[in-house]
Every structure is written in C-alpha cells, then in structure tokens.
C-alpha cells in the first residue's frame, strides 16, 4: 500500500523502537504458519507473509500495548494475530479480484492459486484465532471477532457496491471501513487493552486506528486518479478499469451534469471503456473540486487520528503514531 | 450427506426430541445471518441454511447439552455457531469443487458465485465467531478454534492427497478428521463443557462426535463405489472421476500388483480415464477385499461412538445418539 518509498520516516523509526518485538512476532508467525500435514501452507504464504512486507498492523499493536506500559507477552500474539488476519483477507481478495479481472478466462495455475487462497487464507484465520484465544481475554475476542465480521460484511459490500452509480459516501465509508480501517483500529485497540489501560485510553486508540485507516484508504483511492506508478505502486486508474466507487468519483458523480451522468454510466455501470476516458475521468474529477474535497477528508482524518492522541501517555511512540498519520496523507498534501 | 432417505428415523427422534431448541436456533440462525448492509448475504447463503437442511451438527450440540442437564441459553448459540462454520466451510468447497470440476472454463456466472461464497464464507465464519464469543466461555472458544484449524488444515491437506497414490491411511484418516469429524466432535464436546458436565463426559462426548463423523465419512467414500444413486444422493463414481484417493482405493492401491498399479497410476494420477475403468476399478476393490475392509472399519467406528456413551447420564437422547451410530453405517451393514 505505498509506504515503503521514503521509509526511512516514522514507519521506520516505529519499526527501529520496536524491533525486538517485531523480531518475535515474525518468529511467532513462522512457528505457526508452519503445519506438519499441509506443508503447501508456508509455499502459499511466504511470499505474502515471508517477503518483509511492511507489517503496518501488528506494529500498531505492538505501539499501542508498549505505549500503555505493558509488559507481558501478549502483544506479540495479538500482533500476529492481526497480522495472518491481514495475510488471509489479502488471499481471499486474489480470489475475488482475479476472478473479476481476467473476466471468465483463468488459467489453470490461476484455478490452482484459488484453491489454495481459499483454503490456506481459511487456515490462517483459524491460526488466528487460535492465538487470540490463548491470551484469554474474552474483550480482545469480542473485538476482533466484531472486527472480522465488519471485514467480512465491507468486502461482500463492495461487490454490490462496485459498478453502481448508487453508491454514495456512506456506502463508501462502510466499505473502507471493512476494508481497511476495521483492522488497524482492532489493532490499536487490543494493544490498549491487552495493557489494561484506562477506558479513556482504548477509547483514544481505537479512534486513532479507525481515523488513520481511513486517511489511509481514502489517500490510497485519491492516488489512484492522481499519484505517480512511482509513488502508488500501481497503475494510475486501475480503480477506474475495475469500475470501483471510490470518492472522488462518487463526489464527481454527485455533482454531474446529466451528460457526464451519462459518461459515469457508460465506463463505471456498462463497463463500456474507450480511449481517453480516463482522462476525462480525471478533467471531471478535477473540474468538479472532487479530488480537492477528497483531499481534505483525508486530511481531516490524520488530524482526527492525531488528536485521539492527546490522551494518552507522553512518550517516544506517541509522536511516532503522530508523525505516522501525517505520513500517511503526506503524499497528498 | 444422505441421511434424509430413511429420515423417521433416529435423526427424526432427535428432531422431534428438541424441536423447541431447534426452532431457536432457527430463529437465530436468520436473525444473524441478516446484514443490513450487505443484502446479497441472505440471498447466498439461503438455499444452504434456510433449505431445510438436517441441522445434524448443531443438533448434536444440543442433544449433547440437553443430554448432560443443560438448562441455559448458551447450546442455542453454540448449536448456530456449528451451523454456521458448516455452511462457511460448504461455500469455501464449492470454490474449490466448481474450479476443479471445470477445468479452467469457468462461465461468468460461476466466477461471480465464487467471489460470493469465498466472502459469504468469510461473513458466516465472523459471526460464529461473534456466537461463541458470546458465550463468555474460554474452554468453548479453545476447542472450537483447534477444531477450525484442524478443518482448515484438512483441506489443504486434501488438495495435495488427491491424485496422489502415496495418500496412505494416515492421511486419509487427518483428511476426513478435518473434513468431517473435527466439527461433529467439536459440536458434541461444546455441548458437555457448556453444560457444566464432569470431564469423563466431556471426552466421551468428544469420543462420539469424532468415531461419528469418521464412521459417517467412511460410508460416504464406500458408497460412493457401491450405493444406489438414490441411497447416496450423489453418482456411483464421483470420487473416482474427481480422482480422490479415499479409503476403499487406498486399501486396493496398497495391494496392487504392478499391472494393477499402473491401472491406478493412469486414472487417478494422470486422470486419463475410460470407458469401462470405473467398472475395473470396482472390480479390483471388490477383488482386494477393500470394500469388505473399508465397510468393517466403518462398522467400528459406530461400535467405538456407541461404547463412548456409556459414561453418559442413562436418558432418551443418549439411546437417540446411539442409534444414530447405528443408522450412519445402516446403509453398508
């Protein structure tokens, strides 16, 4: 998701505090991965677990517990926890957007990858929750079994919300927040309370979580019609070739003329895409103030993530979290 | 499964015995199954859970609870809980069924069913997860996430077993524990701890559910070379043209001469199969005595359910459990 391009910045100064946490937690993801009777498990997995990716979501976990004082062993569970949540969305999402993209004409490697992150995106979330039940806390459970189910339902949104020119900024908001934010806020949350710190405190972080995941995503789909290939890691567009709502459409649609109306129906609902589309895509997007609303939500929610800090202690880790949420809608700013 | 052919049976004594619970756990079987959000959800999973399935796993929950003096709300939960992992684990099959069985020509249609059941899946597993969160039991959630694990691992397992002639009994055995009888034994076993029950029943529950499932497994892959199409609800010869590796064959494979061994090597690893093969096959488990063998294991796996109960409270349901050991193996005895 585009960090790792200036990473010498807060995410690495995070991963430098935290690193001998993280060290664990990387030990503990391949202990468990690892199964006896299944050994095409780790083949599946290590490219997406093994690769050094930047492992975002188990370090604000591993932040927020450190953050609150804690001192026991937890955390470095509930950071691969979160972590082979991450690795099995990110599977099952193969399943569901390579489907999508290559309309009807997989090949049989591709039929064979299917299988495969079906059923071992299955078996890392039952190693998941196998790892969250052993830290016996029954809150930590209850939120990110409430945090699974809020994925779950936001990515089964999305496929009725893609392609449809309904889809308005509430449906939006429930979709990043299934898709992105429910995670990262779980993450904080059960960081802060795994700590046991004061409600006030959790509360904080699960709004810092839920704020940065949004600024995160709503940047990520800005990009998307805006940012270099350098600087997103993908292709400008790519979410306009696969017809997704994402806001700055969304609020270009909302304020078309009934002859752009027409345009958004043809590429987003038909599917019917020519050459230069996108650059008209993009003209509206800009004609309309789209992409600069857009722009200030994003910084809206950095700002909503660094303020839900303010109540908790004054250490190293809170300016890294702050400086963090800055990064984050840096590349937009 | 095929059990509703002589369905008056135990199984209907069961129904009958805790149609007051079971009509609870209907009711919140669709209660949670709703998604306010996300309108598609019900719409996939209704003609697997609203079908009118046989409930066979959430009612060993409850006759398991029932039968140990249960007498609170928590079997109802746990009895949707079962359901539910169930028919997650049936959506998650069909991707990898419907992909294999059409080798690379999948209609679009079958791609947008895939994207549904991989997420509907994933929606129905969270909110088991909610369910027996909910219970507030820690001993619960230790087995039922262990019992995940060994499903999930099954499967994956199962996808490298097939087409394989080195898929021995031993694997064959953790294949099916995962497939079948790592949830009956779970669903059993939740249903003493809820209870309160004294650990003797509990693990006698767990020994039920487990020699169950594998009995009931058993049968299935024997009829598949022996039933009548209408008593296995399924065509003689499905495993053999998808080119599983279940017992009867394992047994046949490992007392093959080399002739015959290169009969196996064609039609299930190579998967070149011809007319007149399926009726060769049979002949050779006929010849092998496999399917005597596989039967009387079958038969012992009912023997070993039965004898598990005898350390339970002398009551109704524990004769209606014991004779629905007898009628898993009725059709091959």
Known sequence: MGLDETAQKPHDRLSAHLAADMERVN?????????????????????????GGKRLRPMLTLA?????????????????????????????????????????RPTANLLWDNKSSVLVGDYLFSRSFQLMVETGSLRVLDILSNASATIAEGEVLQLSAAQDLRTDEAIYMKVIRGKTAALFSAATEVGGVIAGAPEEQVRALFTYGDALGIAFQIVDDLLDYGGS????????????????????????????????????????????????????????????GAMEETRAEALGWAQTAKAALAVLPDHALRSMLADLADYVVARVN
């Open 27 to 51: 030990a503990l993801i391949r202990r468990r991965m690892a199964s006896e009777h299944a050994p095409r498990i780790p083949e599946v997995t290590a490219h997406l677990v093994e690769a």
């Open 64 to 104: 927020a517990a450190r953050l609150c004082g804690y001192e026991g062993d937890h955390h470095i569970r509930l950071a691969a926890t979160v972590e082979f949540i991450h690795t099995a969305t990110l599977l099952h999402d193969d399943v569901v957007d390579e489907s999508a993209q290559r309309r009807g």
């Open 229 to 288: 290939t350098a600087t997103i890691g993908k292709n400008v567009g790519d979410d306009f070739r696969e017809r997704k709502l994402t806001l700055p459409v969304i609020k270009a649609v909302a304020k078309a003329t009934p002859e752009e109306r027409e345009f958004w129906k043809r590429v987003i609902e038909k599917g019917d895409q020519r050459e230069g589309d996108l650059d008209r895509a993009m003209a509206l997007l800009a004609s309309h």
